[in-house]
């Protein structure tokens, strides 16, 4: 029996935490360029040393916090899935991303759409590649359809740069649509592009 991961202390996430608001602050006022460990630390109200404990520098706290990002996004994408049928898994998986980005909607709209720090859209473009790929493999291999043979990265690229572009759209007009109605617009395009007469194969 595996023994299960130890829990880290909720002092460590609280400062962790006040490290991350205090950055995303940060960046609403200046240039990542200009940051300093500093700054950070004077605006999280801990010291240099405190910072130090947790990151070895300004880019070690960027790839760790890209790291966090991907795992809350994997961890409700495993949860749908674990809890979803699967006729309705497309959708739950668009709603409980799109509530999941509008409930931290200054940290995704400062990164993706302001500031634009690649490591965090690489980061998400990378996980959309992957669900979309797995999704469009599976359609494909139950599809009877006459077949349009696209190659795969053109595809993929499509997908995942229009789904990650929308979003930052929604973000950057301050979100006018809820999560719900956002996801049913999706799911609607999704849907036209599926009903049409011939589907894609991913070369």
């Not at 790839?63 to 809350?72: F, G, S």
């Not at 759409?113 to 494909?140: A, C, G, H, V, Y």
Request: hydrophobic share 40%.
């Amino acid at each position: 029996m595996s023994t299960p991961p130890p829990r880290t202390d909720p002092r460590v996430l609280r400062t962790r935490q006040l490290i991350r608001d205090a950055f995303i602050d940060l960046l609403e006022e200046t240039e990542l360029e200009k940051m300093t460990v500093n700054r950070i630390a004077e605006r999280a109200t801990i010291n240099r040393v405190t910072f130090y404990l947790h990151y070895r520098d300004i880019p070690d706290m960027l790839e760790k916090m890209a790291d966090d990002m991907i795992d809350v996004l994997q961890a409700i994408l495993n949860d749908v899935q674990n809890l979803s049928p699967s006729i309705d898994r497309d959708w739950s998986i668009l709603v409980k991303i799109l509530e999941h980005i509008a409930e931290n909607s200054k940290f995704y709209k400062v990164l993706l759409s302001t500031q634009r720090i690649p490591i965090f859209s690489d980061r998400l473009m990378n996980l959309m590649i992957d669900i979309i790929t797995t999704r469009k493999e599976s359609r494909d291999d139950s599809s009877s359809t006459p077949a349009v043979i696209v190659p795969k990265d053109i595809a993929i690229w499509y997908g995942s740069s229009a789904f990650i572009g929308t979003i930052i759209c929604w973000l950057r007009d301050d979100m006018p649509y809820t999560p719900l109605f956002l996801a049913k617009q999706l799911s609607l395009l999704f849907r036209l592009h599926q009903n049409t007469d011939q589907h894609v194969v991913l070369e």
